[in-house]
């Protein structure tokens, strides 16, 4: 299967997909589409860690490595905080807030050995922790870099460019898109609202041809709802040459989702995801859960902009997620996760190189049958 975004990284088959973990990466490229690592998370020394591992499990064939790049965030105005001077903008009150919703779930702190320094949670989306994973990233083999949340910014695209790397960028409307393609972006991800993850509210059928045409001739994959074979022939029937999945791999073998949440994700319906801001202060799909529903009520304290949010919860995630196991604990109960709205087809755990060939197995049954409806 050649597209224009087949060619460009030199992969066989028009199949992205984003996940945090090395594992699903390394099998989606040894599959013959193209693995991109969530790098937003990692420490440098890890991103080191982590490519040098992917780079001897695919022997040669291309992956990829996405990073957050927000062209605003609080603190930026101030000239750039560091994470001490943010970490001081938390209100009280939330963290007071936070701390009774704990209490309430039965949710135990953190052992006495596990140091979370307040604040010490969230993501490395300001420039001065994203420098030197850059540098680790560019020190690589990687065949693509994406960049999530605004337009890739000039620096990052020299870079790549430089380099011979083409550069990806997701949209969530044709704005986003427009705004994309003038900074350069040699691939644009058209990622239509029912996406795990920060998300718009546009639809995939609605936004994907609307970006296909305004970008043109820069190549467009669809996301956004995409997990079987139907939905990658849909995606290419609305003008894309290829898909980029992120859902679909978090029940495969290899992913080292939380098991708690792995269960939930294997249980719920498309109906039980939510766009909430909860866990990194801008709007991301995620399963429905009690930790959503708090959040939401009313009388709570309502979340905090972007990185100061995940500042906040970094340490309740990771309280909730130490503990929670099937058991239908409070920690159990909060658990939440990023996922899409594909979360309902997601029901049995399989290798991430099966969801691949079903993928194309099913792509093809749906072509043929809409072939012969042509002929007829
Ligand atoms: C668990 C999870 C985390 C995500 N984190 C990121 C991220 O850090 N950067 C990014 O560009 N996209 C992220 N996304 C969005 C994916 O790249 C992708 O666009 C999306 O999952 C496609 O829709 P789908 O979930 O319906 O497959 C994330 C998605 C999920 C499910």
């Not at 193209?34 to 064939?61: F, M, N, Y």
């Not at 943010?86 to 939330?94: I, K, Q, T, V, W």
């Not at 039980?272 to 866990?279: A, F, G, H, K, N």
């Not at 658990?335 to 194309?360: I, N």
């Amino acid at each position: 299967m050649r597209t224009a975004a087949t060619d460009l990284v030199g992969i066989d088959l028009p199949i992205f997909g984003f996940s945090h973990c090395r594992d699903v990466v390394a099998a989606l490229s040894n599959a013959g589409g193209c693995g991109v690592l969530g790098a937003v998370a990692h420490s440098p020394e890890q991103l080191d860690v982590d490519l040098t591992w992917i780079e001897q499990e695919v022997k040669g064939k291309p992956f990829g490595v996405d990073l957050l790049v927000p062209g605003k965030f609080a603190g930026s105005d101030e000239g750039g905080l560091d994470r001490d001077a943010l970490a001081s903008l938390l209100p009280d009150e939330h963290q007071a807030w936070l701390d009774e919703l704990l209490d309430r779930y039965g949710v135990p702190p953190l052992p006495d050995d596990v140091r979370f320094p307040r604040g010490a949670g969230g993501m490395r989306v300001d420039p001065k922790s994203m420098a030197p994973l850059l540098d680790v990233l560019f020190s690589h083999d990687t065949k693509l870099v994406a960049s999530a949340l605004g337009p890739p910014p000039a620096h990052f695209i020299e870079r790549a460019h430089g380099a011979g790397i083409p550069v990806a960028a997701l949209a969530g409307s044709v704005e986003h898109a427009r705004r994309h393609a003038a900074a350069g972006a040699d691939l644009i991800v058209a990622q239509g609202g029912e996406a795990g993850g920060h998300t718009g509210e546009i639809a995939t059928l609605v936004l994907v041809p609307e970006v296909v045409d305004a970008v043109a001739p820069i190549p467009v994959l669809a996301a956004g709802g995409i997990a079987r074979g139907r939905q990658l022939a849909a995606g290419m029937a609305l003008g894309a040459e290829g898909v980029w999945c992120g859902s679909v791999w978090l029940t495969t073998e290899e992913a080292e989702t939380a098991p708690a949440v792995k269960e939930k994700f294997l249980q719920a319906g498309s109906g039980d995801t939510v766009r909430s801001r909860s866990i990194t202060g801008k709007p991301a799909r995620m399963l429905r859960t009690p930790w959503t529903e708090e959040w939401e009520r009313p009388d709570g304290p309502g979340t905090l902009p972007m990185p100061l949010q995940p500042m906040l919860v970094g340490e309740a995630l990771a309280r909730i997620q130490r503990v929670a196991t099937t058991d239908g604990s409070g920690a159990q109960q909060l658990a939440t996760y990023f996922v899409g709205q594909v979360v309902g087809a997601m029901d049995t755990v399989k290798p991430t190189r099966r969801v691949v060939l079903e993928l194309v197995e099913e792509f093809v049954d749906s072509v043929e049958r809409l072939g012969r409806l042509v002929e007829s």
